[in-house]
């Protein structure tokens, strides 16, 4: 199977903050790839933006370097490297000033897409917004792209739309959630409303439980400044987690647009019921032989950010009430996992001897590693003495099944080409970011009222105890990591 690159229509894209982190890690690599596999037209500039002053030439060099260093196909080829960079410029803009706004709107063509990359902190969100309208570089057609944080609670993300309102509309404006962008979550959109298999099943009728994971074996070491004033709950959970939880649950879209799909999610967050704390745990990752503790990577031995979260979060509509949804997710686990788990009821008169360990019909979709799905099936064992029952997966893996095109691509790649294609069904719209808050901020106020410290948890363990506890009071069991 060959897969179809449909390249995009003429742009210019200026990234904020190109000498960033993010620039050179995902969106110069994302768009490096793109270019690679014919999807950018030749007439494409894209032009880097920060306040350092260089020109052209250095600054073509430091994205050499970078895509030397984060691209594996930079090396390979020389030719196309230097192509690519040939479609680069740079302009010296002063995000909160005067400086660079008027040179920068030289540089844009009139009739080609418009879309500005703000991969800076969100302070400079609204500065920038404010100046691309102020000085004429900003179009009513334009877009405007935004990374998470995307708030830190329901008020800071109300001041940043408020913000980004003042330049841009709702339409222009790409909230960027990179999960979204992954091949396999999207993937689930597919295998629920692809297929008629499922759909009849989707429901609490059927479906005992759902467990979505998302395990890191990585710690927050270079990171730890940023994340302990965040924690899981708000680097992962409010936002990668609920939006797994959305696709998983969300009911069927009448079509496949930004607004029925959208509209579909925003009704799942609201239908969340208030979290009670005795359903949440908060671990943090202690230090073992030759490697630091949580504690040490933010640098405040007395920190008391959660790396870990579990909680069971129940759904108050018909479809779901009685299911209850578990999410985990934490750094320093066993394995780097992410998986959502579908655990069906038991059948409900069983006419065979009972068996020992049976965990029960599960469909599991692996998100990463390892992309695929697994059906847990009950079968008779094979042999003779009577009949004893076994449990078999029926397993599938994206790359086997569909070939090497299947290796998935880089989430920034497509999330930008769909910038520039102006859908925004893989983006967040900002009733859904702040509904989102609004249901995590009690959860996160709990903890500060009640002085609920995070458990400490071994390093590549699967997190607390509590934690297991969490599903065991329930009659339950999580998913071995990894
Ligand atoms: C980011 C978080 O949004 O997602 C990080 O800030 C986390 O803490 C990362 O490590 C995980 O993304 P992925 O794509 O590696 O699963």
Redesign the pocket.
């Known amino acids: 199977m060959v897969s179809r690159v449909i390249p995009v229509e003429p742009f210019d894209i200026v990234i904020f903050g190109v000498t960033g982190d993010l620039a050179r890690r995902k969106i110069l690599p994302g768009l490096f790839h793109r270019f690679l596999v014919g999807q950018i037209p030749g007439t494409a500039q894209v032009i880097g933006s920060s306040r350092t002053e260089m020109d052209e030439g250095a600054f073509q060099e430091l994205v050499r370097a970078c895509l030397l260093e984060f691209s594996p196909q930079a090396s390979k080829d020389a030719e196309a490297l230097t192509s690519f960079l040939a479609k680069l410029s740079y302009v010296c803009v002063d995000a909160t000033g005067e400086n660079g706004w008027l040179d920068l709107a030289e540089k844009l063509r009139p009739d080609v897409v418009r879309a500005f990359y703000l991969s800076v902190s969100p302070s400079l969100f609204g500065p920038i917004a404010a100046n691309l309208s102020k000085y004429g570089v900003s179009t009513p057609e334009a877009r405007i792209v935004v990374e998470?944080p995307f708030g830190h609670d329901l008020n800071t993300a109300k001041a940043l739309n408020a913000d980004l309102r003042k330049g841009f509309e709702e339409k222009q404006i790409y909230r960027i959630d990179?999960y979204l962008g992954k091949e396999t979550v999207q993937n689930l959109m597919a295998l629920r409303f692809a297929n008629s298999l499922w759909e009849p099943l989707w429901n609490s009728t059927h479906i005992d439980h759902v467990q979505i994971t998302?395990a890191?074996s990585l710690g927050v070491e270079g990171r730890g400044e940023y994340?302990d004033r965040s924690g899981a709950m708000r680097?992962?959970v409010q936002n990668?987690l609920v939006q797994l939880l959305c696709l998983t649950a969300m009911e069927p879209p009448s079509r496949f647009t930004p607004g029925a799909v959208r509209d579909e999610k925003v009704k799942v967050i609201e239908a969340l019921d208030p979290v009670s704390q005795a359903d949440t745990v908060r671990g943090q990752y202690r230090a073992k032989t030759g490697e630091d503790s949580y504690r040490d990577h933010a640098g405040d031995p007395d920190s008391l950010t959660e790396s870990f979260v579990a909680m069971k979060v129940n759904i108050g509509n018909w479809r779901w009430a009685g299911t209850p949804f578990y999410l985990r997710t934490g750094k320093k686990l066993r394995a780097r996992a992410?998986e959502i788990a579908v655990v069906f009821r038991d059948p409900p008169h069983m006419i065979f001897p009972k068996m020992e360990g049976r965990r029960g019909n599960a469909l599991i979709i692996r998100l990463?590693p390892d992309e695929g799905i697994t059906l847990r099936t009950t079968i008779k064992d094979p042999g003779p003495g009577g009949m004893r029952l076994a449990e078999v997966s029926l397993d599938m893996t994206f790359s086997e099944a569909l070939g090497p095109h299947a290796e998935p691509q880089d989430a920034y790649e497509r999330l930008i080409m769909d910038v520039i294609r102006g859908d925004q069904t893989l983006f967040m719209r900002g009733d859904e970011v702040e509904a989102a808050w609004r249901w995590a901020d009690p959860i996160i106020a709990g903890w500060a009222e009640n002085g609920l410290v995070p458990q400490p948890y071994d390093q590549a363990s699967s997190g607390p105890e509590d934690a297991l506890m969490l599903l065991h009071r329930d009659g339950r069991r999580w998913r071995e990591l990894g």
Do not use: A, L, N, R
């Open positions: 998470k990179h998302v890191e994340y680097d992962m990668h992410s990463q």
